[in-house]
């Protein structure tokens, strides 16, 4: 047998994509699929499809109405914070634009690289992403905050919210490691700010942006 007659070559992207959620819907638990709204399952089989791993389900967690409160910001046209280029460089404008036309790549504010967030956490020996989220604070106000890299990014936001009253519309708390990373997405219990978690080590710059695409998907159907 031909080894290349195994690949199925006449399929385009978006009809690839179809039969992998067609895969998921079918090969997911339906106990564990059972644990989500129609709305939180486009999220999490958004998830699931771009690590390959079902056992991501049970750590996904969602608060009440995060996926109504996400996009509801953006269809307001909310400042979208992430706390990584990557996330920046993955979301996408046109699909963002269909909710607010305002929305362009300049728009997504990530300053983790800026020379003033540079010299701030120098002078105060503290990270970059920490840093950012402190000297932007009034920008986080009603933001949709996109964390999948720094858990001091996701801390720093929930503190702005507990000592000086900055609430995002939306948090995606999604950091992935070693240090920090469990104990900062535990902090979002202290707030009553919408979110969606991975509970957990893990996480990811490509599951931040997975989760906001899931968010959307089922009204650019």
């Keep these: 047998m031909n080894p290349f007659d195994s690949i199925v070559w006449d399929r385009d992207g978006g009809a690839i994509?179809?039969?992998?959620?067609?895969?998921?819907?079918?090969?997911?638990?339906?106990?564990m699929r059972g644990r989500f709204s129609d709305a939180e399952w486009r999220v999490a089989r958004r998830l699931v499809h771009t690590t390959a791993d079902f056992s991501i389900l049970p750590e996904l967690e969602f608060?009440?109405?995060?996926?109504?409160?996400?996009?509801?910001?953006?269809?307001?046209?909310?400042r979208i914070y992430s706390d990584s280029n990557m996330i920046k460089s993955g979301l996408s404008i046109p699909k963002l634009k269909r909710f607010f036309p305002g929305y362009?790549?300049?728009?997504?504010?990530?300053?983790?690289?800026?020379?003033?967030?540079?010299?701030?956490?120098?002078?105060?020996?503290i990270t970059r992403a920490l840093a950012?989220?402190?000297?932007?604070?009034?920008?986080?106000e009603g933001a949709v905050f996109l964390c999948g890299n720094a858990p001091l990014a996701l801390a720093g936001v929930v503190r702005l919210a507990v000592e000086r009253g900055v609430v995002p519309?939306?948090?995606?708390?999604?950091?992935?490691?070693?240090?920090?990373?469990?104990?900062?997405?535990?902090?979002?219990?202290l707030v009553d700010i919408p979110f969606v978690r991975i509970n957990g080590r893990r996480g990811g710059s490509p599951l931040a942006v997975a989760a906001l695409h899931g968010m959307m998907e089922g009204e650019l159907q």
């Excluded at 362009?104 to 020996?125: K, M, N, Q, T, W």
């Excluded at 519309?169 to 219990?189: C, Q, R, T, Y």
Aim: proline letters at 6%; glycine letters at 8%.
């Design 17 to 31: 994509e179809s039969e992998s959620f067609r895969r998921i819907d079918a090969e997911a638990d339906p106990r």
């Design 63 to 78: 608060s009440g109405g995060a996926v109504e409160a996400g996009l509801a910001a953006l269809r307001r046209g909310a």
């Design 104 to 125: 362009e790549r300049e728009s997504i504010l990530c300053p983790v690289a800026d020379p003033e967030v540079r010299e701030y956490a120098a002078a105060r020996g």
């Design 132 to 140: 950012a989220v402190e000297l932007h604070a009034p920008e986080l």
């Design 169 to 189: 519309a939306l948090i995606v708390g999604m950091p992935v490691g070693f240090v920090n990373v469990v104990e900062s997405k535990k902090l979002l219990d």
